[in-house]
């Protein structure tokens, strides 16, 4: 039964993401030119993410930042009124439109619509040391929205993600698809009523990139715990 709803459920991404795609071109073409006309760079950002297994792969999205945004400030944390978010892109980001080049990763395999996010390649250090829990939710691929999404999205911290995506996993074992319809109608209503889309600091006390290395070297030392 496992496999089948795996068939079920590459069947629905493949279907999904090649449907949305076809029917979203003439907003791919806007958002390009707005893009583009608002600040210099590609219209795509590429970053190196983990799926399934570890494997790496490059996750799309539309430039919501500066260009080498990720090796400035805060890093790969983006809080509240981010300098490095552009006009057009916080309109990206508050309607999570940037996320839809995603379709594609999709469509080609690296991801699913439903399942743990990915995480870039360093976030967590090195992945052949996670200790089991975090590994855990990489037994399926990344998704472009999954339980911790509709649960906190970014309102909530590492540890507390990895606790919803290993539920995912095994919910996903358990009642198959059904998991993921009952979550993609949880993010719709997320993505409406646009909670969450900020990260939050551990110590107001501190400055944006003294939180962002706090909390960057924190996770990393949750994730190698032996278990």
Not at 22 to 42: F, H, N, R
Not at 97 to 112: A, H, T, V, Y
């Amino acid at each position: 039964m496992y496999k089948f709803n795996l068939f079920l459920k590459r069947l629905f991404d493949i279907v999904s993401s090649g449907l949305l795609a076809l029917v979203l071109t003439p907003l791919w073409i806007i958002v390009a030119i707005w893009i583009k006309l608002d600040s210099k760079g590609p219209v795509f950002f590429k970053q190196g993410r983990r799926t399934k297994d570890g494997r790496v792969f490059n996750m799309l999205k539309f430039r919501s930042m500066v260009v080498n945004a990720e090796y400035m400030g805060t890093g790969l944390f983006n809080y509240e009124n981010d300098p490095r978010v552009t006009k057009v892109g916080r309109f990206l980001r508050n309607t999570s439109i940037d996320e839809l080049p995603q379709l594609f990763n999709i469509l080609k395999g690296d991801m699913s619509v439903v399942g743990p996010r990915p995480c870039v390649t360093y976030e967590l250090g090195d992945f052949d040391t996670l200790n089991k829990r975090y590994k855990k939710r990489f037994e399926v691929k990344a998704g472009l929205t999954g339980l911790a999404q509709v649960k906190g999205r970014n309102d909530i911290g590492w540890d507390e993600k990895v606790g919803y995506d290993n539920q995912y996993v095994d919910e996903f074992k358990r009642i198959g698809v059904l998991a993921d319809i009952k979550i993609l109608f949880e993010s719709v209503i997320k993505v409406f009523k646009k909670e969450d889309i900020y990260e939050n600091k551990a110590d107001d006390s501190m400055t944006d990139a003294e939180a962002a290395k706090f909390e960057e070297e924190e996770i990393i030392r949750i994730a190698h715990l032996q278990d």
